[in-house]
Nanobody, 125 residues
Framework: QVQLVESRGGLVQAGGSLRLSCVVS????????MGWFRQAPGKERDFVAA????????DYADSVKGRFTISRDNAKNTVYLQMNSLKPEDTAVYYC??????????????????WGQGTQVTVSP
């Protein structure tokens, strides 16, 4: 049974930075493509970023490109989301997700097999 545990989010002022992490346990971490998604109040869960097994392929939503960086450390079974230049519209619950396909990136929620519990990120004006 694969489990994903996200780090605690937090409250940050606009323009600030925050790093989220997600630790994966239960199976070989390098077997998975990993993604980050977010869900703001009253909105659907949206794609943020994805990374393949080696970290050699990345994908970002246009809204975060240039501000957010996804990375992974396979030795630590951990995926990260470094968020810089945060804006109030980045306020959401952030979820990490694992897809049992090490090579193919996807922005589609339904293609991810396992999800973390979510962590709240709040950006104040």
């Amino acid at each position: 049974q694969v489990q994903l545990v996200e780090s605690r989010g937090g409250l940050v002022q606009a323009g600030g930075s925050l790093r989220l992490s997600c630790v994966v346990s239960g199976r070989t971490f390098s077997s998975y493509t990993m993604g980050w998604f977010r869900q703001a109040p009253g909105k659907e869960r949206d794609f943020v970023a994805a990374i393949n097994w080696s970290g050699g392929r990345l994908d970002y939503a246009d809204s975060v490109k240039g501000r957010f960086t996804i990375s992974r450390d396979n030795a630590k079974n951990t995926v990260y989301l470094q968020m810089n230049s945060l804006k109030p519209e980045d306020t959401a619950v952030y979820y990490c997700a694992a897809r049992e396909d090490a090579y193919t990136l996807s922005r589609t929620l339904l293609l991810y097999d396992t999800w973390g519990q979510g962590t709240q990120v709040t950006v104040s004006p």
